[in-house]
């Protein structure tokens, strides 16, 4: 992927304070999730081993006459309830002989009562069936029971049937939040196969922000956020902090600021338009590149790695921090930046130690451009520094963009540490 701009436009970034002491104070908002979202339609995203054992640890009490005469035993690892977080599970395979598999679904060490153990081949070949278990989590001392619907799916080949079999979870949890008049559902879900919510690496909180009644889970997608990132909701700033262990609970932190209306960008919105020079001194408008890619670069004039940036405007992203921005994923990088994109163009040219990037996009979820911020130091792990750099990205957003120009803001971290405190 190769960027292109046309022109640099050279601002001086001025005192942010008063912004930054806006962001400080946070306070909570809690969403109950009160029903389980059954996903089964969806495409597997996240797929678990199953932990191989034999008869004498299945921890089985009853069991079926089996067609093979050396069936596979193993166990799944659901809930965190001690003692009842396994669930047995028996692959009975035998020549010329459909596959069947049994799962201890309801969790009670009996393989003969959880309904039929037939097992048919899905449309490319692999072995793939849906089951509902009893996953059992520890909430405030005291086992809660729940049924979830799992995915179980075997390779058929021999090279990959021999890792045994695989499960995901096909469920979320859904609920509302309520801002000012307005209503909008929220999907919670998580990639830790035990059913978990707690772990922040593995849960996401989709929200649908246009209200058309869906929810975008795909990889790409604009109502989609990670722990620590930013959204606005009817205008006003909030981050999703966490989610409790069962998921049930999930927190957000509101910031106290609203972007007013003036400063949204949307379809057909246009802006004041404005003069500058460039760095051979030609005095030009933003109305000059209508239609054209502008690379807007914030800076002190007296920065000297933004010197270094300034003659080479054609970067190819590929194998970049910035190749994930562009298509709307927040990525920070807080040390070690050189070691793991060596090949980076701004490599070549700039000691840079950390990154931050923010997509920056239209009210209709389009990416119009991304905001980034390189530090020859690593950055300090604080959330609100982030929370902040993205407030800013929406601002300059709704006051720069109409939709005919891609903008690529681009700050370099040290102008902003006096700010930033």
């Known amino acids: 992927m190769i960027c292109k701009a046309r022109i640099i436009v050279v601002i001086v970034l001025v005192s942010l304070m008063g912004f930054a002491s806006q962001c400080l104070a946070?306070?909570?908002?809690?969403?109950?999730?009160?029903?389980?979202?059954?996903?089964?339609?969806?495409?597997?995203?996240?797929?678990?081993?199953?932990?191989?054992?034999?008869?004498?640890?299945?921890?089985?009490?009853?069991?079926?006459v089996y067609q093979s005469a050396s069936p596979l035993y193993g166990k799944l690892v659901i809930g965190n309830s001690t003692g009842r977080n396994?669930?047995?599970?028996?692959?009975?395979?035998?020549?010329?002989?459909?596959?069947?598999?049994?799962?201890?679904?309801?969790?009670?060490?009996?393989?003969?009562?959880?309904?039929?153990?037939?097992?048919?081949?899905?449309?490319?070949?692999?072995?793939?069936?849906?089951?509902?278990?009893?996953?059992?989590?520890?909430?405030?001392?005291?086992?809660?029971?729940?049924?979830?619907?799992?995915?179980?799916?075997r390779f058929t080949d021999e090279t990959r049937k021999r890792a045994g079999l695989f499960y995901t979870s096909q469920f979320g949890r859904t609920g509302?939040?309520?801002?000012?008049?307005?209503?909008?559902?929220?999907?919670?879900?998580?990639?830790?196969?035990?059913?978990?919510?707690?772990?922040?690496?593995n849960v996401r909180l989709i929200i649908d922000l246009n209200n058309d009644g869906k929810f975008d889970s795909s990889k790409d997608s604009k109502e989609s956020f990670e722990p620590g990132e930013l959204f606005f909701l009817d205008g006003e700033a909030y981050r999703f902090m966490a989610a409790s262990e069962m998921g049930d609970r999930v927190t957000l932190s509101s910031l106290p600021l609203r972007m007013p209306d003036k400063w949204k960008a949307a379809v057909g919105d246009k802006i004041a338009d404005f003069g500058f020079k460039t760095l051979d001194g030609?005095?030009?408008?933003?109305?000059?590149?209508?239609?054209?890619?502008?690379?807007?670069?914030?800076?002190?004039?007296?920065?000297?790695?933004?010197?270094?940036?300034?003659?080479?405007?054609?970067?190819?992203?590929?194998?970049?921090?910035?190749?994930?921005?562009?298509?709307?994923?927040?990525?920070?990088?807080?040390?070690?930046?050189?070691?793991?994109?060596?090949?980076?163009?701004?490599?070549?040219?700039?000691?840079?130690?950390?990154?931050?990037?923010?997509?920056?996009?239209?009210?209709?979820?389009?990416?119009?451009?991304?905001?980034?911020?390189?530090?020859?130091?690593?950055?300090?792990?604080?959330p609100r520094r982030l929370s902040f750099i993205q407030i800013f990205g929406e601002l300059g957003l709704g006051q720069l963009v109409d939709l005919g120009i891609l903008l690529e803001l681009h700050v370099v971290g040290s102008d902003l540490r006096g700010a930033l405190g």
Request: charged fraction near 25%.
């Open 176 to 201: 509302k939040v309520k801002i000012h008049d307005k209503e909008f559902k929220v999907l919670a879900l998580s990639s830790n196969n035990q059913g978990l919510y707690s772990d922040r690496g």
């Open 86 to 153: 396994e669930i047995a599970v028996v692959i009975d395979e035998a020549d010329n002989k459909p596959p069947r598999i049994y799962i201890d679904a309801n969790n009670n060490h009996d393989l003969t009562d959880d309904g039929s153990p037939d097992w048919p081949p899905a449309k490319d070949g692999l072995l793939f069936k849906t089951v509902v278990m009893a996953g059992t989590v520890v909430i405030n001392q005291k086992d809660l029971e729940v049924k979830l619907p799992y995915g179980l799916l």
């Open 282 to 382: 030609k005095d030009l408008k933003l109305s000059d590149f209508k239609g054209k890619k502008v690379l807007l670069i914030f800076s002190d004039p007296h920065c000297g790695p933004c010197d270094a940036l300034a003659p080479d405007l054609e970067w190819d992203l590929s194998g970049s921090p910035c190749e994930d921005v562009v298509v709307g994923h927040v990525r920070n990088h807080l040390s070690g930046l050189a070691k793991r994109f060596p090949a980076a163009p701004a490599q070549t040219s700039l000691t840079i130690e950390s990154y931050l990037g923010i997509p920056l996009t239209a009210t209709d979820g389009k990416v119009l451009g991304y905001l980034r911020v390189f530090d020859p130091r690593p950055m300090p792990a604080d």
């Open 26 to 64: 946070q306070t909570k908002v809690e969403i109950v999730t009160d029903a389980i979202a059954d996903l089964r339609s969806e495409t597997p995203t996240h797929l678990s081993s199953w932990v191989a054992t034999d008869k004498s640890k299945s921890g089985l009490t009853k069991e079926p």
